[in-house]
């Protein structure tokens, strides 16, 4: 569906909305909740201008990604190698942090998730990264069987396991002295260059799985079972009961803002949560990357893409689209305004700092506690006024949330 549909969708529910307001109602109209085709092209519209280029991008991402580190595993000690390789596990990442706002689907858990395949946590299972079992299993070469590793679990796989063999210049391992590769002397009797050439036939089987998993993402929304079928056409097929159940699955991924950026990437390292002492700069992501402000931009660009379908707020209220064409034919246009100038200011917080955020903690730590306020302004508005007036549920993990 282009475009032009949508917004002619969009208008169709905008008239039925205002036909019915007219008997002085004051939530979400009859004639907006019942508007199942309207929502459908908004869905038709996120699947084929969000989901699938964003996915397509990562695949290409994921293969030159591939490419790098075989250049890597055939000169382990070439500094040009591991400087290109780490660029293109940068802009791998980059790309996948776009789509950790997008677990709706095969992405998400196989548990809770609908349609959900566990396909994130095969790509990427920051913070769970188990950086001592990687150090074993260079030690050990166990990364060779491409069959095991298939299987393996998530923590031990992914672009978070990519980072540590990648970025990791130390030639110590992160086990704990009594662990069999220390007591056994198997990780001593490695030289330095052994180390580094093992690592990076480690990446080089990762990143291969990676490049699958990617592809394999793909497929399950547009190879045989042809998951954008039941998502587009969600209400007649299998997975969603109607088109507002996959709408509450699209927002339910967008509390990735609150529950995993504004907790947990910023709340833990600012000492909101989780953390012991006042700070915890250890606890950023990609930590060894300094990519933790990269990241969440990405997140960040992500959600302004869901919520309004463009890049720029100009654009998005010239030519509404996504839940900024719902939210302003349910009546609340006023709050997709002020959700897109929260995400304006948020991006300006952001760009604010010119270091890694682990740096501004210790440097301007006010900027990077504006990051977290404008973070929090943005996702109040999410739980509260936006699934309000959208009619959406607040997912089950964020239930408890009074932050």
Not at 56 to 83: C, Q, R, Y
Not at 225 to 251: C, I, K, P, T
Request: proline share 3%.
């Amino acid at each position: 569906m282009n475009t032009t549909s949508v917004l002619r969708a969009i208008a169709a529910l905008t008239f039925g909305t205002a036909t019915f307001a007219c008997g002085g109602s004051s939530g979400p109209s009859a004639a907006f909740l019942a508007g199942e085709e309207a929502r459908r092209a908004i869905l038709t519209d996120i699947a084929d201008s969000v989901v699938n280029p964003s996915q397509a991008e990562f695949v290409l991402k994921t293969e030159s990604l591939v490419t790098a580190v075989e250049t890597l595993a055939a000169a382990p000690e070439d500094a040009g190698a591991a400087t290109a390789v780490r660029a293109a596990w940068a802009g791998a990442m980059d790309s996948w942090q776009e789509q950790e706002v997008l677990q709706f689907g095969p992405a998400g858990s196989a548990v809770g998730t609908a349609g959900g395949k566990g396909l994130r946590d095969r790509i990427y299972s920051w913070p769970l990264t188990n950086t001592c079992r990687l150090d074993q299993e260079t030690a050990s070469g166990g990364y060779a069987d491409a069959t095991a590793l298939a299987v393996a679990a998530a923590n031990v796989r992914g672009l978070d396991a990519l980072e540590y063999l990648l970025f990791n210049t130390s030639l110590e391992n992160a086990c704990p002295i009594n662990a069999e590769i220390n007591s056994s002397g198997s990780w001593a009797a490695l030289s330095g260059p052994e180390i580094r050439t093992k690592r990076a036939a480690h990446a080089l089987a990762l990143a291969k799985d990676v490049r699958d998993s990617a592809r394999a993402l793909q497929a399950a929304w547009t190879g045989a079972n042809d998951f954008r079928a039941e998502f587009v056409e969600a209400g007649r097929h299998v997975v969603y009961h109607s088109a507002q159940d996959a709408l509450n699955a699209v927002s339910n991924a967008l509390f990735y803002l609150d529950m995993e950026v504004k907790d947990v990437k910023l709340g833990t390292p600012l000492g909101y949560s989780n953390c012991t002492t006042d700070l915890c700069p250890e606890a950023f992501e990609g930590h060894l990357s300094f990519r933790a402000k990269p990241n969440i931009e990405a997140n960040v660009r992500a959600f302004r893409r869901v919520l309004s379908g463009a890049d720029t707020t100009a654009a998005a209220r010239a030519t509404p689209r996504h839940f900024y064409a719902l939210l302003t034919a349910a009546g609340a246009g006023g709050l997709a305004d002020r959700m897109l100038d929260a995400t304006d200011r948020l991006e300006t917080a952001l760009g604010a700092i010119t270091t890694d955020l682990a740096s501004a903690v210790f440097n301007d730590l006010p900027a990077v506690e504006a990051i977290y306020g404008q973070l929090k302004a943005l996702t109040d508005l999410l739980k509260t006024e936006f699934i309000s007036a959208l009619d959406l549920e607040l997912p089950q993990r964020a239930d408890g949330d009074n932050d």
